[in-house]
């Protein structure tokens, strides 16, 4: 059974970077073509999708947050990683990985338990 | 491209039906052309119960079913039990130029 957890900080201060990890069991990130994503949730806007990663090395991002997102892969630790350069209190929400059922984006499967970023 | 407009509550009974509505523009739908569906309940990640329109994935009940037509995709829900009190999302995708997903600004359905 695939499952994925979310880790890092619960706080990060404005103008800083955002960096989480999502570990993934039951699963190889590089079988199959599988987007792997992280998502959004703030009470405001609702869910988010923020981007995508395959390990073909394809990555796709959300247009709005392109310019600050960067999705890696480590495929020796079966991980995927998010990072947000410049946050601002708009980027304070729950923040989801997680994985297509099939290799097309919007088909989400399974799904980390969520974890909240503060932006303060 | 917009997000999708839902109904910001929906309400039933023990038993009945009820229809979610998710409202695009005309050629997000054409462009996207796939709806999914996802249920949450407080504190939980979304759980998707609808992908490719109408198709629903192993485990989930057959009471819920959806359509798609022209700028609108639905959902149903028939047999409304206590525990389909949640929040629901529409999810437009299959975008091959793009990439990317539109989100619905989700539905709390109370069972009352």
């Known amino acids: 059974q695939v499952q994925l957890q979310e880790s890092g900080p619960g706080l990060v201060k404005p103008s800083q970077t955002l960096s989480l990890t999502c570990t993934v069991s039951g699963d190889s990130v590089t079988s199959g073509n599988y987007p792997w994503s992280w998502l959004r949730q703030t009470a405001g806007k609702g869910l988010e999708w923020i981007g995508s990663?395959?390990?073909?090395?394809?990555?796709n991002y959300n247009p709005s947050l392109k310019s600050r997102v960067t999705i890696l892969l480590d495929t020796a630790k079966n991980q995927f990683s998010l990072r947000v350069t410049s946050v601002t209190a708009a980027d304070t929400a729950v923040y989801f990985c997680a994985r297509d059922s099939t290799s097309l984006t919007g088909e989400w499967g399974y799904w980390g338990q969520g974890t909240p970023v503060t932006v303060s | 491209q917009s997000a999708l407009t839902q109904p910001a509550s929906v309400s039933g009974s023990p038993g009945q039906s009820i229809t979610i509505s998710c409202t695009g523009s005309?050629?997000?739908?054409?462009?996207?052309?796939?709806v999914s569906w996802y249920q949450q309940h407080p504190g939980e990640a979304p759980r998707l119960i609808i992908l490719e329109n109408t198709n629903r994935p192993s485990g989930i009940s057959d009471r819920f079913s959806a359509s798609t037509s022209d700028n609108t995709a639905s959902l149903t829900i028939s047999g409304l039990q206590a525990e389909d009190e949640a929040d629901y999302y529409c999810?437009?995708?299959?975008?091959?130029?793009?990439?990317?997903?539109?989100f619905g600004g989700g539905t709390t359905l109370a069972v009352l």
């Open positions: 005309s050629s997000d739908f054409r462009n996207y052309g796939l």
């Open positions: 999810c437009l995708y299959g975008n091959t130029q793009t990439s990317d997903v539109i």
């Open positions: 990663v395959q390990a073909v090395g394809r990555t």
